[in-house]
């Protein structure tokens, strides 16, 4: 029988995990003296088996949240400054891109003569413009749209193909203007060819028109009906529209008038019907009604440039005034040019040399001096004055035009043999020194306009050139009196004898009669200003002894002679300075008048530049066209002859 005893059984050992084996082998048996391996204590238990457990979901949602809230954040930022902060702004862009506006260009004032006729006028005409956006390579589906379109459009509007397409290409612009002032045709032209391409992408189921960006808006295009009539007073307008010489530039900014503007929607570069438009008219400009009649205007032009071209001169001018008036009634230049074709016209023939040419007058200014001495009473027509063969004064020895024995001339005589040295004694009588002759002399140079300007206002005019007396040279003292060593221009030469034909009063030359504005009212002019110059008594007696150069055997312009007119008139024949160089070459050609000589109306004078075939002598060559001009003008105003008897003044007396 077994025994029982309170003693607990043994327990049985459990074996642990294994574990790794050792590097090098089994595990060493202790050596002699090592200590023996320690026993596990009865207390050890296995280490607590690891149980996996899911994260909480807590905080990934917390970052997951807080990020949306920042974007979203962002978003009503961005919103907020968009609809409220910005928001003006955007809606300008907004209407950049959904309004177009674009200017409408005035029409220009039209330019007429004196009775109405038109010098100058403006056409319908278009701008051909395009929409640069319309041409890319994703609008047209082909990459070379622009220099498709250039090539169809370069030889319809006159333009380089290159630089068509160079502005078809240009970026970040809706707008760019391919060509101004094209006539109705070459708009409809180039319709037809847009149609034409439709027509035909519908046809062949393409739908790349590369035209379809090519608009056009109306304008005007500057026009003269007379060609090269008057072109050097009227000028011409520029590729932007300004006056660029002349008239056109002297009252651009009444010829203009004033640009209006329409806004439209658009859509696809096209207007949209339905939608509206709104903007401001524009307001016509001025039309300016000239002094110039056209018939005389035309046989003045005609004259002075058949006459330069048989001389083959340099240039030539005609002025036409009335004595009454002032009124400027043609300005004639030769070379011309033809405002409508600037293209083809010389550099050099642009401007109005008739007024911006400076030259020495010669003796066509004889009768200014002529003037102080009998305003001063230093002598009378009849007054004796030996001339001698040469005369010596200052430096130089003096001697006129023509190679002669002592003259007996009277001082009428003087003047129609247009002798110098009669000239230079019969103004040493203005004072009692030489110095004191000058101051008097220069004093009624000025009084005649010389060294100032005419008042026209014109573009470009020159004042001359006149030296106070105290700067006068040795020379110039004595040369002065008969026309050499000072400058004018060819209106102020008309001006002296149109003062003289005035009875002594100068009137201030006008080329403007008035306006006509928008509402048709015609607005004349301001009244030119008047100032008496010598007295109606010495008008008088100058005006019988220029008759005396025209009709006396001996004068110098018989050829100006008009059958039974009274003509009074002066030639002159002056070295000329060349501009090139600044030294005497050539000469100026030149006769001045007026007629009736004893109830003047018209004032003409002429000047050609430089002769260099045939004479060059003022009478020859310059006579004959005051004489073809004159009576043009006389018959044209219909002004009849006096009828009365010359007074046949004594040129020469008997020592």
């Known amino acids: 029988m077994t025994e029982v005893t309170d003693r607990e059984p043994p327990r049985r050992r459990v074996p642990g995990p294994a574990r790794p084996a050792r590097p090098g082998g089994s595990r060493p048996r202790p050596g002699p003296g090592a200590r023996p391996a320690r026993r596990p204590s009865s207390t050890w238990r296995p280490p607590p088996v690891r149980v996996l457990r899911l994260g909480s979901p807590r905080p990934r949602l917390r970052m997951v949240a807080l990020a949306l809230t920042l974007v979203m954040l962002v978003f009503v930022v961005r919103l907020l400054q968009v609809q409220a902060v910005d928001a003006s702004a955007y809606a300008a862009k907004a209407d950049e891109n959904r309004y177009v506006v674009h200017t409408i260009a005035a029409e220009r004032g039209a330019i007429t003569d004196r009775t109405g006729v038109a010098l100058a006028t403006s056409v319908d005409a278009e ?14 589906k082909v990459g070379d749209g622009p220099e498709q379109a250039a090539a169809l459009l370069a030889p319809i509007i006159g333009q380089d193909q290159a630089g068509l397409a160079k502005k078809l290409r240009t970026p970040n612009t809706r707008y760019v203007l391919l060509a101004r002032r094209q006539t109705p045709q070459v708009w409809t032209q180039i319709k037809d060819l847009k149609a034409a391409l439709t027509k035909k992408g519908q046809a062949d189921g393409s739908t790349v028109n590369v035209l379809a960006g090519v608009f056009s808006e109306p304008s005007t295009k500057r026009v003269y009906p007379g060609g090269d009539l008057g072109a050097a007073l009227l000028g011409w307008v520029d590729a932007a529209g300004k006056g660029g010489g002349g008239i056109e530039q002297q009252l651009d900014k009444q010829l203009a008038g004033k640009p209006g503007k329409i806004r439209y929607t658009q859509s696809g570069g096209r207007e949209v019907p339905t939608a509206g438009s709104s903007g401001t008219p524009a307001v016509p400009g001025t039309d300016v009604e000239l002094t110039i009649d056209r018939d005389i205007q035309w046989a003045a032009q005609n004259a002075i440039t058949e006459q330069v071209r048989k001389s083959d001169a340099d240039r030539g001018y005609v002025i036409v005034q009335d004595t009454r008036t002032g009124e400027i009634l043609a300005m004639a230049n030769s070379p011309g040019f033809d405002p409508g074709d600037l293209a083809h016209a010389d550099p050099a023939a642009l401007g109005n040399a008739a007024v911006q040419d400076a030259f020495e007058p010669g003796s066509t200014a004889k009768v200014m001096s002529m003037a102080a001495v009998l ?22 020895l003096f001697q006129d035009d023509v190679d002669h024995e002592t003259w007996y001339l009277t001082l009428n005589g003087v003047l129609a043999r247009s002798s110098n040295i009669g000239t230079i004694m019969a103004t040493g009588r203005l004072g009692r020194t030489q110095a ?155 006769f001045a008048g007026f007629a009736p000589a004893d109830n003047p109306r018209v004032t003409v004078y002429c000047a050609i530049q430089n002769a260099t075939e045939g004479s060059y002598y003022g009478g020859d060559i310059c006579g004959p066209i005051y004489k073809q001009v004159m009576e043009f003008a006389l018959k044209t105003l219909q002004v009849p002859p006096t009828g009365a008897q010359a007074a046949n003044l004594p040129v020469e007396f008997k020592p």
């Open 127 to 140: 701008d051909i413009t395009a929409d640069p956006t319309m041409f890319t390579r994703e609008t047209l």
């Open 436 to 590: 004191e002759a000058n101051k008097v002399l220069y004093s009624y140079l000025r009084k005649f306009g010389i060294g100032s300007y005419t008042g026209i206002g014109f573009p470009g005019e020159t004042k001359g050139i006149l030296a106070p007396p105290e700067k006068w040279s040795t020379s110039q003292q004595y040369t002065i009196p008969f026309g050499q060593g000072f400058s004018i221009n060819a209106l102020q030469a008309a001006s002296i004898y149109s003062t003289i034909a005035n009875g002594g009063v100068r009137i201030q030359p006008t080329l403007v009669r008035g306006t006509k504005g928008p509402d048709g009212r015609f607005s004349p002019a301001p009244e030119p200003e008047k100032r008496r110059v010598v007295s109606a008594g010495t008008a008088k007696e100058l005006a019988q002894m220029l008759e005396s150069v025209v009709d006396d055997e001996h004068g110098t312009g018989l050829k100006a002679r008009i059958p039974g007119y009274r003509v009074a008139g002066k030639t002159g024949t002056a070295n000329r300075v060349d501009p090139a160089t600044g030294r005497y070459r050539g000469y100026t050609s030149s």
């Open 375 to 396: 305003e001063k009473q230093a002598a009378t027509p009849l007054t004796h004055v030996v001339v001698p063969n040469r005369l010596h004064r200052g430096d130089r």
